[in-house]
């Protein structure tokens, strides 16, 4: 399993309009091949920062079949306009499956 | 729930050392009040970085109640000898529980 680690900066005072986008975003990033479960963690030490974590088949299930299919164009659209900038996307490796999740 | 999360840049070489390190620390985070789980992801884009996640029951229980006991100097002298740098800690608000952590 692949974790995909996305730090976001969201845009002062959008934090919880970013957080109900992220509850339709989610849909979107579950429709895709190979996608396993996703999470949305809040800093506490700056609020308006956020890490998503995204658990994948392969490390290419979301570089090449997420990224390069039209569901990417929808996260993108429904979470992008709280960005304040482009979020830092790094991958790990290791078992991170969350309770409740397959 | 709070997650702790540390970014961990290993010294070239001794990744190995520092995994095996690791399970030996987990076991010293495991004796703190108020501590959950713990988890090791070694980044894919560079190898040397790792993440380590730890849920904690409140985010006290980790800035004092561990960091002021005995058990951090434990922690610090089996993991920190194969720290690059020292590392990064932020803390997350959220529900990460990973499967089989209580």
């Given at each position: 399993m692949v974790v995909e680690h996305v730090d976001i900066a969201v845009t002062p005072g959008r934090e919880e309009e970013f957080e109900a986008a992220f509850v339709r975003g989610r849909e979107v990033l579950a429709e895709a091949e190979g996608f396993r479960w996703a999470r949305l963690l809040r800093q506490i030490?700056?609020?308006?920062s956020f890490l998503v974590l995204i658990g994948w088949d392969t490390l290419e299930a979301h570089t090449v079949g997420f990224r390069e299919s039209e569901l990417f164009g929808q996260w993108r659209a429904v979470v992008?306009?709280?960005?304040?900038v482009p979020p830092t996307v790094v991958h790990y490796a290791g078992e991170l499956t969350p309770a409740g999740d397959a």
């Open positions: 030490e700056a609020p308006s992008g306009p709280f960005f304040a």
